[in-house]
């Protein structure tokens, strides 16, 4: 008889594919059995009227990082993941962010150093390129390449760190030849700076001038061309944060024409709109690019739902409502000196299980859209499933748990929640990762410095289609 080092009893699983009532059994931080009378052979935890789900997968998440403009984020690895966790999160992918002069082999191994420290669950990093020269290109970046970081983050805006088409393509060429995927900030710089500039000339300072600052245009752009380099490289894309119905369409056309692009959304994107940030806190709701219009929202939605979107990320980016973070540039600086950004890491699973509850999508689809899928574009073997073999990261939901969300509520340091006043049905209420228990009855029990990273596998995601 197996001896199991637990067994979740009398849940219901829900994995990729559907759900069914069993019984999951685990032995060394894996799935070893699924099913309906395994014996008992040692700990036990009933599940009863709960759903067993896959931990979720967050692929975009600023942990510990400086950002564009060059702000350190409110959280460090412990707070993030903690955090995470405690939201149902079990595998992080956030940025080692290169600025420009730095050498990018170090800057991921310096970042790798934060996480071994601080992370409660298990992680990958995206590289940000920011800067092509001397040896990055040539040296440092295939061999990140072939130490298992296969994603690599590039932005084209913001000045400090974004890249010219050229740099792009050469980065696209580095990434085929060696087996990654390139995933985009795709906002045409240009246009968000003549926009910038025109309207703080009229006075418009407000945070509610920021969504102005970022016409959709500059969305529709970007992904356009980006799209348009992918397919001159022959290498597949991912497009992060897309907000608008035309970002959707530029998306669907250039997939018709053969390119292999993949994309996400966040869950504000989804459940807010422009308005919160015409208010006294606006700045609290600032994130590029800015919460759109309903219309933008209705298309989003079905994106999800018809598998034209991908995966829905937080985007967390913490920045404190003070000096140093929202406000290091004085409590009156214009919209374009205050970080834009918000946590999400916590709120992600609950308010996509319950918006996906009401708006009549699937446990799986839940699962595949904040699991399943970045794990597997990321190529992050024996994550974001239920299936035997998988790793035992496991979110045990209560589905008829309700909370409204406070004003400060969340466990990382951002010290806000943007989604306070926001009632959601669905919670985890019980969380391993690797078979331990990290989460349980509203107490974190996992330390700091027991993730692991994950290495990234060669995914479907990223292989050219061999057209050139
Ligand atoms: N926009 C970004 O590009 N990154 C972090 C947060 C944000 O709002
Ligand atoms: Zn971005
Ligand atoms: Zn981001």
């Not at 849940?11 to 559907?18: A, D, M, Q, R, V």
């Not at 752009?221 to 944060?241: G, K, T």
């Not at 959304?265 to 700045?283: R, V």
């Not at 340091?413 to 985890?428: E, K, M, Q, S």
Request: include cysteine; hydrophobic fraction near 40%; proline fraction near 6%.
């Amino acid at each position: 008889m197996p001896s199991y080092d637990l067994i979740i009893r009398n849940g219901t699983l829900g994995t990729s594919t559907g759900t069914l009532p069993a019984d999951l059994a685990i032995k060394d931080g894996k799935i070893a059995e699924i099913g309906s009378n395994i014996a008992k052979s040692g700990p036990e935890m009933d599940a009863t009227g709960l759903l067993v789900l896959p931990g979720g997968v967050d692929s975009h998440c600023h942990i510990e990082q400086l950002s564009g403009a060059g702000l350190m984020n409110a959280d460090t690895f412990e707070s993030a993941t903690r955090s995470a966790a405690f939201g149902g999160t079990t595998t992080t992918i956030s940025f080692a962010a290169q600025h420009p002069g730095m050498r990018l082999r170090d800057t991921v191994s310096n970042y790798a150093k934060l996480a071994e420290k601080g992370a409660l669950i298990d992680h990958a990093f995206h590289a940000i390129v920011a800067d092509v020269s001397g040896e990055n290109l040539t040296h440092d970046l295939p061999a990140l390449i072939a130490a298992g970081h296969r994603s690599i983050k590039i932005f084209t805006t913001y000045d400090k760190v974004r890249l010219d088409d050229e740099a792009i393509l050469e980065t696209l060429c580095t990434a085929r030849d060696h087996g990654a995927l390139v995933c985009f900030h795709a906002e045409n710089d240009g246009l968000i700076r003549w926009a910038t500039k025109r309207l703080l000339a009229a006075g418009k300072v407000a945070p509610k001038y920021h969504p102005a600052s970022h016409p959709r245009l500059a969305e529709v752009e970007a992904i356009s061309r980006m799209c348009y380099l992918s397919q001159a490289a022959d290498q597949p894309i991912m497009i992060f944060h897309v907000s608008t119905v035309e970002g959707l369409e530029v998306l669907a056309q250039a997939r018709a024409r053969g390119v292999q692009v993949v994309a996400e959304t966040c869950p504000h994107y989804l459940l807010q709109g422009p308005e919160l940030l015409d208010q006294p806190n606006g700045a609290a709701f600032m994130c590029s690019p800015p919460q759109r219009e309903p219309t933008d929202r209705a298309a989003l939605w079905a994106a999800l739902a018809n598998g034209d979107l991908q995966a829905v990320t937080s985007d967390h980016a913490p920045y404190r409502m003070d000096e140093t973070g929202k406000f290091a540039h004085g409590s009156d600086a214009p919209f374009n000196r205050i970080a834009n950004g918000m946590p999400g890491l916590e709120a992600r699973l609950p308010l996509m299980f319950d918006a996906m509850m009401q708006r009549g999508l699937s446990i799986a689809d839940f699962v595949r859209l904040t699991a399943t899928n970045p794990a597997q574009v990321f190529g992050l073997a024996g994550k974001g499933d239920i299936a035997i073999g998988m790793d035992a990261d496991i979110a045990i939901w209560d589905p008829a748990h309700k909370r409204t969300f406070g004003e400060n509520d969340l466990h990382d340091n951002c010290g806000y929640n943007p989604f306070a006043g926001y009632t959601v049905t669905g919670w985890p209420v019980t969380v391993l990762s690797r078979g331990a228990v990290v989460v349980q009855n509203g107490k974190i029990i996992g330390k700091p410095g027991q993730g692991r990273r994950v290495p990234m596998q060669i995914s479907d995601a990223m292989k050219p289609a061999n057209r050139l």
